[in-house]
């Protein structure tokens, strides 16, 4: 059944009804659109546009229609051209010409409108779930490896011992403000499109407030020609769910680099690996590989969605059926991306004698041996330049600066004592960083707490 064959004297060509045809990735929210409508039913008997009999009996074959969905006794099939028609001639013919009734006062731009934001909204909330399910692995991970000491980098090179906690850590701190964004865009998201009709209102006396709180609407939208046209909140949580793949791509990035031959700081799990089919001995990172892969086509489908909106003129047009089968990808995929991470990230292991060797061999200590200096009143220049000779001296003798002897060090300054062995230790350098936010573990320890109370609260 059609909605609209009525001033039409000819068949739709067939490849143009195909062409423009939105069943196949509209049914997908079919349990949305059938709240929508029994809300609107609900509402319009409320206002007496309706009586009581006509809603209960809409009401029933809505629901009856969800239920067989649901149980796959009904089949959405091509033979309706999007689920707003599906619904509403299934509906027609399980309860006759009171069926007829339900689009009184609504268009299908503002139901469109409507069900796209409810299916919406349940993704931000299930994606807002897997991202506290993730933190809660990282802040396991990160209580555990508060002395977990490991390299720091900057430009991929050694740079200043860090721990394995902290480096978990600033990851936390990405996911947490992943979900802040998910928070901002409920709220800004949350008005009631519905009753804004095809662009201008309706005539019919329609409680949209009503509307709106059956739904769990915090109001209604105040412009119907916005209403019908707006798809902004999509595109920021395109936004969102493109720096959520940026900020897993960039974790994935690092555990492909630790878990290589060269470096050996962890093992993936056998169950997140895969074989080649050629070289017997690999045990490759496919899945944080494809992971990190997987963020070009959720950033296609923010581009996309953006290009598909740039210059639209007021108010609905067709083109804004383009914002569902990539922004649906994109949600599929940063859902099942966050559960692989989740499960790839909570069964690695994690070589630490590996990792602290590496951050003993690297200098990363040379800072600290410069501020042992500064602390005998060398000012930090001049200090910088000497740890800069020993540096080189300890290149050429193939030795780190904890093997270098005292006597070295005298030549260069007679500054040095002995306990410079104790200040340039790998402990020393890390546990004396207690700034807020630093490695040290008293520092990790309070940040840690802060985490724990985040994740009871929110
Ligand atoms: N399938 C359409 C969409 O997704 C529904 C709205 C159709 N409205 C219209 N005036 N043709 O946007």
Not at 37 to 49: E, G, N, P, R
Not at 257 to 276: H, K, L, M, P
Not at 339 to 365: C, D, E, H, Y
């Amino acid at each position: 059944m059609k909605l609209w064959g009525g001033r039409f004297t000819k068949e739709t060509d067939q490849m143009v009804y195909e062409f423009q045809s939105s069943i196949n990735f509209d049914k997908r929210f079919y349990a949305q659109d059938i709240s929508g409508s029994i809300a609107h039913v609900t509402m319009l008997a409320k206002q007496h546009i309706l009586t009581d009999e006509e809603r209960d009996k809409i009401i029933d074959g809505l629901t009856g229609i969800k239920e067989d969905i649901d149980s796959g006794k009904l089949v959405i099939g091509q033979a309706q051209e999007d689920i707003h028609s599906f619904v509403e001639s299934h509906l027609i013919d399980r309860v006759g010409d009171v069926g007829k009734k339900l689009h009184t006062g609504r268009s299908r731009n503002d139901q469109v409108a409507l069900d796209m934001k409810l299916y919406t909204r349940e993704q931000v909330g299930e994606v807002d779930s897997l991202l506290k399910e993730l933190l809660t692995s990282l802040l396991h991970i990160m209580e555990e490896n508060t002395e977990t000491y490991m390299p720091g980098f900057t430009h991929l090179q050694k740079a200043q011992p860090v721990t394995l906690a902290h480096h978990f850590g600033a990851y936390f701190e990405m996911f947490k403000r992943d979900r802040s964004r998910m928070a901002d865009i409920k709220k800004r998201m949350n008005t009631c499109p519905l009753g804004s009709g095809a662009l201008a209102g309706t005539t019919y006396p329609l409680d949209r407030e009503y509307t709106a709180s059956l739904l769990g609407f915090d109001g209604p939208t105040l412009n119907s020609m916005d209403s019908v046209s707006d798809r902004d909140y999509l595109i920021e949580f395109l936004s969102a769910l493109s720096t959520i793949m940026m900020h897993l791509s960039r974790f994935c990035e690092e555990i492909i680099i630790w878990n290589s031959n060269e470096y050996r700081f962890v093992e993936i799990d056998d169950a997140y690996s895969t074989g080649s089919s050629i070289m017997p001995q690999k045990k490759n990172p496919d899945i944080a590989e494809l992971l990190r892969g997987k963020t070009g086509r959720v950033y296609g489908a923010l581009m996309s969605l953006l290009t598909t909106m740039k210059g639209l003129p007021l108010a609905y047009n067709k083109d804004m059926q383009e914002d569902k089968e990539m922004a649906f990808d994109a949600m599929d995929t940063v859902k099942g991306c966050l559960i692989l991470f989740n499960g790839m990230v909570s069964t690695m292991r994690f070589n630490k004698p590996v990792m602290a060797a590496s951050a003993q061999n690297g200098f990363t200590n040379a800072t600290d041996a410069a501020d042992y200096l500064v602390n005998h009143s060398v000012p930090f220049r001049d200090a910088h330049g000497i740890i800069g000779q020993l540096v080189l001296l300890c290149i050429e003798k193939n030795i780190s600066l904890d093997e270098l002897p005292l006597e070295e060090y005298k030549k260069i300054s007679p500054v040095f004592e002995q306990d410079i062995y104790e200040a340039i230790s790998l402990k020393t350098c890390v546990e004396k960083r207690l700034t807020i936010g630093a490695p040290g573990k008293a520092a990790m320890d309070s940040i840690i707490t802060i985490y724990k109370n985040y994740l009871t609260q929110e």
